[in-house]
């Protein structure tokens, strides 16, 4: 935000949506999953959705790995998925 017209309101604002507050909201109001770690909601949508996620396995891309061997990812890519 370094160069934004209202760089300090642009501050405020990410730090409130990235506080503990907004982000126990974020599944019951808008059906996702906190970007904190930390931040651990309880209520009824949010026991669903980690229903949802049960077993499924997440994938955390190693960029560094991914644009060095870029054209070995995207061949693998179009292997699995016959493109």
């Given amino acids: 935000m370094a160069n934004a017209p209202h760089a300090e309101n642009g501050k405020k604002l990410l730090d409130y949506l990235l506080s503990e507050d907004a982000?126990?909201?974020?599944?019951?109001?808008?059906?996702?999953?906190?970007?904190r770690n930390d931040v651990k909601p309880a209520h009824a949508n949010a026991v669903e959705l980690l229903k949802i996620m049960n077993g499924v396995e997440i994938f955390e891309p190693d960029w560094a790995d991914i644009d060095k061997n870029l054209t070995g990812y995207v061949d693998a890519w179009k292997s699995a998925t016959g493109s």
Avoid at 23 to 35: H, I, M, R, T
């Fill in 23 to 35: 982000q126990k909201l974020v599944s019951e109001v808008g059906g996702g999953f906190p970007a």
